[in-house]
């Protein structure tokens, strides 16, 4: 069974004879007996999925990683995180994605509207299923807890993944950003109420 392992701003993908899916354009470096080809958009979600992404301009383009060895994924320099799902849900803005073991559906979800200020997209990608999925940051990734009464607002550009039974609205009219005169259009930032975390960036993108 492939196993993903973070080090700091790389990826270490072990595999088996297996397979895991990753960002086109990612691999840096391979040792061992490794093919490599086009895994489309979403890789996995099959043609409603990669619709739906291409709708969203969400497409993730992705490269299937097959056979016995180690493959060095890394993108941009960025912090890479590897998040562990048993039988779980979690949602990542899609340019964020950077790897995923055989165990885990990539399908698109739509919060709403998109690039009401920075035109980046809100819709975003649902993980599901048992496995690794290695995640990109602007510096280190910080998990923020909601709870019960307890809701937490995020600016978008920070957002990065959610774990957990949460919900997500965007609250508009209400940004730190009019008050510093940025972006255009209506500013807004990103809600989430019920149980679980969100992963933020430090840096805005």
């Known amino acids: 069974m492939a196993t993903l392992t973070a080090a700091k701003k790389v990826l270490?993908?072990?595999?088996?004879?297996d397979t895991v899916r990753a960002s086109s354009g990612s691999m840096v470096a391979y040792t061992g007996d490794v093919q490599f080809k086009n895994a489309g958009m979403g890789g996995g979600g099959g043609f409603r999925a990669a619709l739906k992404q291409r709708v969203a301009g969400e497409a993730i383009s992705l490269m299937e990683c097959t056979g016995a060895g180690r493959v060095y994924l890394a993108e941009d320099a960025l912090d890479v995180t590897v998040v562990d799902l048993d039988n779980d849900t979690m949602t990542v803005e899609s340019?964020?994605?950077?790897a995923v073991t055989a165990g885990l559906k990539l399908d698109v979800q739509f919060a709403g509207l998109r690039g009401m200020t920075t035109g980046q997209g809100v819709a975003t990608t649902k993980v599901t299923g048992s496995g690794q999925c290695a995640i990109t940051s602007d510096g280190p990734m910080i998990g923020l807890e909601v709870s019960p009464g307890q809701p937490l607002v995020v600016d978008p550009d920070a957002y990065v993944a959610g774990t957990g039974q949460l919900q997500m609205t965007m609250v508009s009219g209400v940004s730190w950003r009019s008050l510093?005169?940025?972006?255009?259009?209506?500013p807004f930032s990103l809600r989430?109420?019920?149980q679980g975390i969100v992963y933020?960036?430090?840096a805005e993108s």
Request: charged share 20%; proline share 4%; aromatic share 4%.
């Open 12 to 17: 270490h993908a072990d595999l088996a004879g």
């Open 95 to 98: 340019e964020h994605i950077l």
């Open 180 to 186: 510093a005169g940025e972006g255009g259009g209506e």
């Open 192 to 194: 989430f109420e019920g």
């Open 200 to 202: 933020i960036q430090p």
